[in-house]
């Protein structure tokens, strides 16, 4: 346990447990979650349709990833690897379609109903693919994994019967 953990950047303290990248890069991945959540609800409180949104994000993103290609020189890398393999570019391309329809799902789901309700819809949807692989696959899941998963299953119920409620317009 403790070669995997110091392989992997983790620091054992003799427990078992270990705190290492994938434990800072799940925290880094949920502030960041977070503080999404609260710029689409401002730029919600705007007024701002749903694929204006969308464009504003994704420009957002692609300045900072191609900053952070240039700065570390990974685009070089990538552009060699394509030239390599040109069969990948048509995987790229496909991919890069479906995260936009993707994307513009999510984006409707924010702009008409707010980041907490897509929130809940993805972590619901999460909680039903994980499910559907223990039941379907035979994915076992450690006692751990299914505390977690009751805890999840819970909050929903919960959020379900004592959260607030939605308002929806009518068209």
């Known amino acids: 346990s403790s ?7 983790g620091k054992s ?6 705190f ?14 977070g503080l999404t959540g609260v710029s689409q609800e401002k730029m919600r409180g705007y007024g701002m349709k749903a694929h204006f949104m ?16 240039l700065a570390t020189g990974e685009v070089w890398e990538a552009i060699a ?7 990948i570019v048509p995987e790229i391309v496909t991919f890069g379609f479906a995260s936009a329809l993707g994307q ?14 897509c929130s809940i819809m993805t972590t ?16 076992a899941l450690a006692t751990r994994q ?18 607030r409620t939605v308002k929806v317009d009518k068209l």
Do not use: Q
């Not at 070669?3 to 950047?9: Q, T």
């Open 146 to 163: 299914w505390i977690g998963t009751g805890i999840v299953f819970a909050g929903l119920i919960l959020n379900d019967r004592f959260g």
């Open 54 to 69: 969308m464009l504003m994000m994704n420009l957002s993103a692609l300045v900072v990833m191609a900053m952070s290609l």
């Open 20 to 33: 290492g990248s994938g434990e800072m890069l799940l925290l880094t991945s949920l502030t960041l979650d």
């Open 3 to 9: 070669g995997i953990n110091a392989e992997y950047g």
């Open 104 to 117: 513009n799902f999510i984006f409707i789901t924010v702009s008409e109903f707010g980041p907490l309700m």
């Open 81 to 87: 690897f394509c030239t390599r393999h040109p069969e």
């Open 124 to 139: 619901t949807r999460k909680f039903f693919t994980i499910l559907g692989s223990v039941l379907l696959f035979g994915n």
């Open 13 to 18: 303290d003799g427990s078992g447990f270990s």
